[in-house]
């Protein structure tokens, strides 16, 4: 069993609450824009990291974390796709490699919209947790808290870190 803390969209902020959120959990999983690579080091620091590299991650990010992300987490077969869409609308790189692989969980950010879908048509859980990060049009911050034990996801918990405005410290 896993418990997995996932977060996208930090563009570069990491506020004092999202440690405290992220301390129960085993792994840390990042859909992209990451920011920079001082954040990717202090998310890594605390647990295991999975990610991607985003739209505005720079050639530092993109050197250690790939564009999209394939693998196995207990068994449950996991795709990570940073402008991944979502069901009835995905990219062209995630709805090629959905077609091909059949993953059971893909996850996407980018959007800043939090959003967990099931696709029916894919048979796979959608999930993007929104945006961490203060910059984009979103308002409020987000992160998701999910386990992942043998192929059940369950336990899904959707925490608001507050308006992109307030910091807390």
Not at 86 to 107: C, D, V, W
Not at 110 to 123: A, C, E, G, P, T
Not at 136 to 153: A, N, P, S, Y
Request: glycine share 8%; hydrophobic share 40%.
């Amino acid at each position: 069993m896993r418990r997995i803390g996932l977060l996208s969209d930090t563009h570069g902020h990491l506020d004092d609450r999202i440690f405290v959120y992220l301390d129960e959990c085993d792994e840390i999983w990042h859909a992209g824009d990451i920011g920079n690579i001082d954040t990717a080091q202090k998310l890594s620091a605390i647990k295991p990291l999975r990610a991607v590299c985003g739209n505005i991650d720079g050639p530092d990010l993109r050197q250690q974390y790939p564009l999209q992300l394939r693998f196995i987490c207990e068994e449950v077969d996991v795709l990570m796709i940073h402008i991944g869409g979502y069901p009835g609308h995905y990219s062209p790189e995630a709805s090629k490699e959905i077609n091909l692989f059949a993953p059971k969980l893909f996850i996407s950010g980018h959007s800043h919209i939090l959003k967990v879908i099931y696709d029916k048509k894919h048979q796979l859980l959608h999930i993007n947790p929104g945006a961490a990060g203060i910059q984009g049009f979103h308002q409020i911050r987000t992160l998701i808290r999910f386990t992942i034990d043998k192929e059940i996801i369950k336990d899904l918990e959707v925490i608001e870190l507050g308006r992109k405005g307030i910091i807390s410290m």
